[in-house]
């Protein structure tokens, strides 16, 4: 399979033990990739593809998926409604007030930007584009849409909140460039610059 990604942008977050678990329950992957390297540097998560291709050399950048981490809380209904506070008319317990902070600390893994953020290197993109995509449909939160070419054809993909979503691919003509050149401001000859 060839194929290639030419637009690609990316909102989603899954927690990351979600990421994790994703990968040890041995996914399918792509014939492409043996199996991926998952590293994390502070705040960084990155998910390395190892070519099933012995040609491409092991100083070959192989494409990566690169997620920010960040810590979130995350509250059950009933400790929002506590959360929430009293009404008008109810008392307020004083021993409540003292409670420690509701809701649950979770990491979250934030796979966010356009291709060149997300999706990294050349050597065997398109499979990890795929993987990409199977952690889409992972998350509860976010959106993913691209633009990729598979054995020469254009191929839109967009998936929210972890569900596949119609996709189409509209080729527009861009600005006349005459008309663009006059109307404008002409930044060379612009006597307050």
């Known amino acids: 399979m060839t194929g290639q990604v030419y637009r690609l942008h990316s909102t989603l977050e899954l927690p990351l033990e979600t990421v994790y678990d994703y990968f040890e329950g041995d996914p399918e992957l792509p014939p492409e990739i043996a199996s991926v390297d998952i590293t994390r540097r502070k ?11 012995e040609s491409i050399s092991k100083y070959t950048p192989t494409a990566q998926l690169k997620a920010s981490i960040s810590e979130t809380r995350v509250y059950t209904e009933e400790e929002l409604e506590k959360r929430n506070g009293p009404r008008w008319g109810e008392d307020i317990d004083e021993e409540e007030e003292d409670d420690e902070p509701l809701g649950e600390l979770i990491e979250m893994a934030a796979f966010k930007g356009d291709r060149e953020t997300v999706l990294q290197n050349t050597a065997v993109q398109y499979p990890m584009f795929l993987v990409l995509c199977d952690l889409a449909r992972q998350a509860e939160k976010g959106t993913l849409t691209a633009i990729a070419e598979k054995d020469g054809e254009l191929e839109a993909t967009r998936i929210v909140d972890g569900e596949d979503r119609p996709a189409s691919i509209e080729v527009v003509e861009g600005p006349n460039a005459d008309a663009s050149s006059s109307s404008g401001v002409n930044w060379r000859d612009n006597e307050f610059i």
């Open 43 to 53: 705040n960084t998560l990155i998910i390395s593809a190892v070519a099933d291709d």
